[in-house]
């Protein structure tokens, strides 16, 4: 019960840095976006040249009410993505 979980993503189409601003400016939700001062994952990963990732951090006092708004907004910005592709 007192772990927290860190959560990276990408989107093919979406750089990290833009779906983090989105997540903030249109859903309230706070991410943080880039290599994480962890260069050698994101080349395992080959995400290092694509600006790395978006990471969501969920402590202890995070609720699910935000859990699933950050989901939510996710969908919403991949849904976008898609339609605009």
Do not use: K, M, W, Y
């Not at 983090?20 to 994480?36: D, I, K, P, T």
């Amino acid at each position: 019960d007192e772990r927290c979980g860190v959560s990276s993503l990408t989107h093919e189409a979406i750089e990290p840095g833009a779906i983090a601003e989105q997540l903030e400016s249109e859903h309230g939700v706070l991410a943080r976006a880039g290599v994480h001062c962890a260069p050698r994952a994101h080349e395992t990963f080959a995400t290092r040249d694509r600006g790395g990732a978006v990471r969501l951090s969920f402590g202890v006092f995070t609720t699910l009410d935000e859990v699933r708004r950050a989901c939510r907004g996710l969908r919403s910005i991949a849904e976008r993505a898609a339609v605009n592709a």
